[in-house]
C-alpha cells in the first residue's frame, strides 16, 4: 500500500513538473514550434512517464526511508512529540513577526534571504526548547492543577507520593519483600534509562554482572504482576544528563518523588539536593532487634574471628557477633552475655562473652 502511493505521488509531481518545465526545455533545444510536442496535456503525460521510470529506482530508498521515520516517530513518547511540535510553532510563529518586520527594510536580498533563514533557525530553536523542558513544563501544569483543587477542596487528602526506584536497589531485591508487606505506598515508578541500564547490565559479558542485571529484571517482573502495587513505566529522560544517578534526583525534583535506593553516595547527593530520599539499608537497620549489655542470648560459634581466641557468630537477620574466649566453642551451641554493642555505617556489631565463662569467674 504504501508503495503505491509513494507511486502516485511521484506520478503527481511529474505531471506537475512536466507542464512547467517541458515547455522551457522545448524552447531551449528549438523544438517548441512542433504543434504536436507543445501541448501541455503532452507535457504532463512526458513527465508523468518520466517520473514513472524514476520510481522503479527511487521508490524503494523512499518507502525505506518513509519506515524508518515511522518507526522512529511510534518509539518517541507523545509527550516528547506534543511539546516539541508546540515549540516548532512558536518558533515559526517568531520567525514569521520578525521576517514581517523585516519586509518594511525593502532591501531585495534581505527580504528574500532572511525569512528562509529565521524559519530554520527559530524552527530548530523553538523545537529543541520544547523537546527538552518538556518535563519542567509538565511539572508547571501539574502544579497549577494541584493549586486549583487544592482552592477548590481544601480538606481533600494530598496525593501519595512516587517512589522513584533506582538500578542498585532493584538488583538488591528486597524492594519486592518490602513491597509485598505494604511499607510502601502510592505508586512505583521505574523510569526508562533505569529500565536500560538494568538490560546492558544483563546483556554483560561478565558473568556475576550478566546474573545481577537479569535478577534485577525478574525482581520487576515480579513487583509488576505479582504484587498489588501500581507499577508504572517513566518513558522521559534528560539527554543533557549522562548519568544515571542525575537524572533519578532530577526527575524526583520535576515529580516531588521520593528516591528509593541502597546506594551511600545517591543517598547523599539527594540529601545535598534537598530530594527525598529513602534508603532500604536504614530499615534493615532499623528492624533489627534492640540488643543491651548485659542481655543473654543463644548463639552457634561458626568460626575463628581476627583476634586471639575469638570466636564469630552470626543472628538470623545476619548481624555479626564476635565472641570473646569463643574459639574453644566452634560448632556449637552456647549461651552467651552481651558486654558492648557497635553501631557502624555498615551495620551493628555485638560483643559478648560466653555465659559459662562468667559462671566460672
Known amino acids: 500500500m504504501l508503495k503505491r502511493i509513494v507511486q502516485a505521488c511521484f506520478l503527481i509531481i511529474g505531471v506537475t513538473l512536466g507542464i512547467f518545465l517541458i515547455p522551457d526545455l522545448l524552447k531551449l533545444i528549438n523544438l517548441d514550434d512542433i504543434p504536436l510536442l507543445n501541448n501541455p496535456y503532452v507535457s504532463a503525460i512526458l513527465g508523468a512517464i518520466i517520473f514513472y521510470l524514476l520510481t522503479f529506482w527511487a521508490v524503494d530508498h523512499v ?36 521576517g514581517y518586520a523585516l519586509n518594511a527594510i525593502e532591501v531585495p536580498i534581505l ?34 492543577k494541584k493549586s486549583n483543587e487544592e482552592e ?3 480538606e481533600a487528602a494530598p496525593k501519595k507520593s512516587l517512589k522513584i526506584l533506582d538500578t542498585s536497589v532493584i538488583i538488591d531485591g528486597r524492594i519486592a519483600d518490602i513491597c509485598q508487606t505494604g511499607f510502601l505506598e502510592g505508586t512505583i515508578v521505574i523510569p526508562q534509562f533505569v529500565l536500560e541500564e538494568l538490560q546492558h547490565i544483563a ?31 517513566y518513558e522521559g529522560d534528560f539527554e543533557e544528563i549522562q548519568e544515571v544517578d542525575s ?14 535506593t541502597n546506594d551511600f553516595n545517591l543517598n547523599k547527593v539527594c540529601e545535598l539536593q ?25 548463639v552457634q560459634v561458626i568460626k575463628d574471628g581476627k583476634e586471639q581466641n575469638q570466636g564469630i557468630a552470626y543472628l538470623d537477620d545476619g548481624t555479626m557477633i564476635v565472641v570473646e574466649e569463643g574459639r574453644n566453642y566452634i560448632g556449637k551451641h552456647i549461651d552467651v552475655l552481651v558486654t558492648s554493642v557497635l553501631q557502624t555505617s555498615a551495620g551493628r556489631m555485638i560483643f559478648a562473652k560466653p555465659k559459662l565463662l562468667e559462671k566460672a569467674l
Request: charged residues 25%.
Open 203 to 233: 546483556d554483560s559479558s561478565d558473568v556475576l554482572k550478566r546474573n545481577r542485571g537479569r535478577r534485577g529484571l525478574d525482581i520487576l517482573n515480579r513487583i509488576q504482576k505479582e504484587l498489588s502495587i501500581n507499577v508504572e513505566i
Open 152 to 154: 477548590i477542596d481544601p
Open 247 to 260: 537524572k533519578l534526583v532530577k526527575l524526583a525534583k520535576l515529580t516531588n518523588g521520593v528516591v528509593v
Open 63 to 98: 518507502v525505506n526511508f518513509v519506515r524508518w521515520a515511522e518507526e522512529s516517530l511510534v518509539k518517541v513518547p507523545i509527550t516528547d512529540i506534543i511539546f516539541g511540535s508546540v515549540g516548532l510553532v512558536f518558533g515559526l510563529v517568531i520567525a514569521f513577526l520578525i
Open 111 to 144: 527580504n528574500t534571504v532572511a525569512p528562509i533563514v529565521l524559519t530554520l533557525i527559530f524552527g530548530y530553536l523553538g523545537f529543541q526548547v520544547g523537546f527538552k523542558k518538556r518535563d519542567e513544563l509538565l511539572s508547571l501544569f501539574t502544579k497549577k
Open 274 to 298: 534537598k530530594v527525598a530520599v529513602l534508603n532500604i539499608n536504614d530499615l534493615a537497620n532499623a528492624v533489627k532487634p534492640v540488643v543491651l549489655p548485659g542481655e543473654e542470648m543463644k
